[in-house]
Every structure is written in structure tokens, then in C-alpha cells.
């Protein structure tokens, strides 16, 4: 990955009426970076990539893209990048070739150069040996990388995936994590994701940007959130003695390493502790009360664990605390956007 950055976000906002879907955000992503937008439902993260691929204006701020302004340079920066949305666009009567010639027709690509693009392109999503298939008879993980590839046809620097594993089972959006790790690998694509799949975001994300009711909350690797946000670490021990467990929560609770102590069972407690001596005052303390331990298990936060630390546990209804022009019912289609 090269220090240049590729993109340059400074504060960015998207207002619809009173609605801040984007408030004022900042970020920059290098070149050959893969960068994750993790968020609630309703957090701006659509609306910063339909921005961000010039689909819509922001309303106020600033954005480039290799140094193109998103604004003034739209139609350099549409040349320099692609999108794939929420909404999987593909046609099942025609085959993956005919799809991906369509759409590199409609990019006004010429013949010769689209034949070598459509055939390099199959190959990067091993797709040749199904090339003359109808789509409709591809697996969803199939048709989904046909829906990635056809935004590859401009040859783009930049790629935009929201959501690219949505509704996918887990072989599929293996599948497709792995082919977008071999493209920013290969090719040294620069990526924003969204995605709610923290897995997903945990392998691919070379940094994550965990956004809130349009603000960024969070900016860092994986690694630096997990550390920063959760911090503590949790033990779950296993008494090989259980008559003093009892007692042995009180002695714990008193150590000032230790935040919290759940007894779970008879046999088990749960230990939130902090510090680098926690594990050597713990085992003192069970020891010097003549108690046995048979085994101690310290539990890594995951990606998920930081996630709802920062954006909490309620879900994020669609009509939640929005004027009714705002309204949009779950599961239909999003209102066209003005520009
Ligand atoms: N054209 C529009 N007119 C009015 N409100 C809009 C419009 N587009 C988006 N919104 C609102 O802006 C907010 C941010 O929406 P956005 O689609 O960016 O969220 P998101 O983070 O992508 O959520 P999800 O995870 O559900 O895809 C939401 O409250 C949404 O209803
Ligand atoms: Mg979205």
C-alpha cells in the first residue's frame, strides 16, 4: 500500500431537510487501501458512497478522488471509479458474457478493447467455464461477482462495495471476501466497503470508520478499536474446588485489577479485569485461598463486542425519530435522490 491518499473527505455533510444522514466527516484513504464504513441501519453510509461516486451532492464540505474535487471534476472522478450498490444488477436471460457486454456497451467501451476487458475479467472471478451460461443459474455468490466484475469494466481505481456479502450464505460471501482481497491485491484497487458483517470487515479492512447517525465515531485498525474501545479483557476461570467459590468472588471483586465478577455457575466465574498483572493477582489470591484452578480462558473482544460498545444495543428503527417525509417503510425501494 502506497502513503499517497487516494481519497480526501473533509467535512462532508448531507443534509435531507432536517435529517443529518451525514454530519461533517473527515477521513482520507490511501492508495490500494481497503477501507470499511461499519455502521447502524440508517447511519449514512449509502449516502456518503452515492456522494463520494457523485449520485448525489453533498451539502456542504469537500471530497477528491486522486486529487479530483467530487463536484467540479465529477466527470473525471466517474472515470475513475465503480460502484456496486445495495441492489445486485444483473440480468438472468443473458449469460455472464453477454451481461458484462452490455454494460461495457453502455460504458461506450470499444469492441476489441471489451472483449480482452470481458475475458480478463471472467478470469479474475474464475468465471470462464461458465461464461456462456445463463446468469439465472448461477448460485447467488456467482451472480454476485458478476455483479462486482461489471463495475470493474471501466477499469476503475477506486471501488465502491455496499454491502457486497448482504444476503449471501457463508460459503458465498466467503467467495466473495476472498475475490475482493485478490483484487485490491492484484490489481491495487483502493475499496470503501460497507457491510454489516463484522467478519467481513474484521479480514478485509485494512482500517475501519464505524459511523453513527452521520458521524464517525471511531477511525483505526481493527487491532487499535478493539484495544481502545474494550480495553479490558475478560477471563472465564474454572474452580476445580467449588466450596469456596462463594467466597472467592468477594476476595476477586476486592483486587483493584479486577472491574467485575459474574458467578455463572457453581464451578465457573466470568472476571473483567485490567492491567498486565491482573492474571498473576488473580492466580495469588486463589491460591492463597487454598483454591484450585482448572482451567483460565481470556476472551479476545470481537470487531461485534466494539461495535455495540460504540453504537449501543437498541435497534435502529427506520421511522425512529424522523419527520414523516423522511419515512421509508422497511424493505422498499429508496426514494430517488435529488441532486
Ligand atoms: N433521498 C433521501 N431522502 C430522504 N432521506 C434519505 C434519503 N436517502 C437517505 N435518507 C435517509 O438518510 C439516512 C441515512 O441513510 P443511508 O441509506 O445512508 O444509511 P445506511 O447507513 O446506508 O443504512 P443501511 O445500513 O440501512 O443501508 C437514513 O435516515 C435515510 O432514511
Ligand atoms: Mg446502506
Known sequence: MENTNMIEVRNLSKYFKALKAVDDISFTVKKGEIFGLLGPNGAGKSTTLRILSTLSRPTSGKATINGYDIVKN???VRELLGIVSEKMIVYDRLTAKENL???GCLYGIPKEKLNKRVADLLELANLTPFK???????????????????????????LFLDEPTLGLDPQSSVEIRDFIKNLN??????????????VDADILCDRIAIVDHGKIIALDTSANLKRATVGDNTLIIKLA?????????????ELSCVDAVIQENEMQLRVVVHGENAFDEILDTVRSMKGKISSMENLQPTLEDVFLHMTGRHVRDVLEAKAPQ????HGMRKPQRGR
Open 74 to 76: 465529477d466527470n473525471k
Open 101 to 103: 457486454w452490455f454494460f
Open 132 to 158: 456462456d451460461k445463463q446468469v439465472g443459474t448461477f448460485s447467488t455468490g456467482m451472480r454476485q461477482r458478476i455483479n462486482v466484475i461489471r463495475a470493474l469494466l471501466n477499469d476503475p481505481q477506486v
Open 185 to 198: 491485491k492484484e490489481k491495487g484497487t483502493t475499496l470503501i466497503i460497507t457491510t454489516h458483517m463484522m
Open 241 to 253: 474446588i467449588s466450596n469456596l467459590t462463594g467466597e472467592m468472588v468477594t476476595k476477586l471483586k
Open 326 to 329: 423522511q419515512m421509508r417503510p
